[in-house]
């Protein structure tokens, strides 16, 4: 892929029950959209994890969930080990109005992704490298993280084949075609 | 922008409680991302509608949010009224894969987005024009919408200005920056 380094996401403010569907989204997309882990930050419901690890199980890939209990200690030892520090915020720099996402690409370092809920500690705006907007409009973290990435990797991520899935879906115009790969079978 | 037409986005599926923050994000994605409106089938909860409504008020533009009880019904309405169908679908035609977002482009027609929960009707894949997938991997719905919503508009709908807002965030490397527009300010 055109961007090569390491990339984790930390999902911040969980709230329980209330954010379940949302915080198993970013998930499923941090995994999707090519990032290498997702990081959640405090107690989060073991049906989230289930359906993560049920996933990968299914469509394949390497891809880890973690949970930290102090996120802001997370960050700064991610910064001490190289990772550029990237808060999706919708009151950063507009990545589509600045050179921001040029200035990260230059890096080229690992990319620790911050996405919060409602309230994020004023903290995490200075400990970032980067707070960047996917526009200035409220949204959705889930979707802020997408673009992002999709942004990041140029599209290519969407292309990108899954080792050790069971499952393959073959595109197509009209139908659920869906592919049970065959015992090892690596691609 | 560059892409004209109207776009409306049908959301399929809603359970109620359990899809609640889901559908809000749905909706608030709808709006950033520049469509002109959000259409519920069946029952939504009242704090939906009102979260989206809120958002319209403070941030501004003419945003339609709609319910109609029979989608089916509705999607070829539209299509009757010269709409094509766009159903977002892990199993459709991968948007990075395939040249379909060129020929969705080239039709030059309002579109209406149709994106599902976990089911969707056997019935949805044959009225639609197209069936895309963002990707074939499992992920999330409001992360289909936006990145589909962002290529189709190449990034312009997130430099967007929104009329009628209350607020404005000025785009910072650092902090939260919000203007309160004074009365009568149309910008």
């Known amino acids: 892929m055109f961007f090569k380094k ?4 930390l999902r911040l403010g969980h709230r329980l029950q209330r954010d379940r569907r949302v915080s198993t989204h ?13 990081v959640f930050a405090g107690i989060v419901e073991e049906s989230v994890y289930e359906t993560l690890k ?41 990545i589509q109005l600045s050179n921001v996402l040029d200035r990260i690409i230059k890096e080229n370092a690992d ?7 409602e309230k994020v500690p004023a903290e995490v705006y200075k400990i970032a490298d980067y707070n960047v907007a996917i526009g200035n409009q409220p949204h959705s973290e889930i979707a802020a993280l997408a673009v992002f990435l ?20 073959v595109p197509s ?3 659920k075609n869906v592919v049970r790969m065959g015992v090892g079978n690596e691609s």
């Open 6 to 9: 390491r990339i984790v996401v």
């Open 26 to 38: 970013v998930g499923l997309v941090a995994r999707a959209f090519g990032a290498n882990k997702i």
């Open 54 to 94: 049920k996933v990968c199980e299914d469509w394949g890939d390497d891809f880890g969930v973690e949970t930290v209990t102090n996120p802001l200690s997370f960050m700064r030892q991610c910064k001490r080990n190289g990772y550029r520090i990237v808060h999706l915020t919708m009151y950063g720099e507009n």
């Open 111 to 117: 990319i620790l992704i911050v996405i919060g809920a």
């Open 150 to 169: 999709d942004r990041l990797f140029r599209g290519e991520e969407l292309a990108k084949e899954f080792t050790n899935a069971r499952y393959r879906i």
């Open 173 to 175: 115009k009209r139908y």
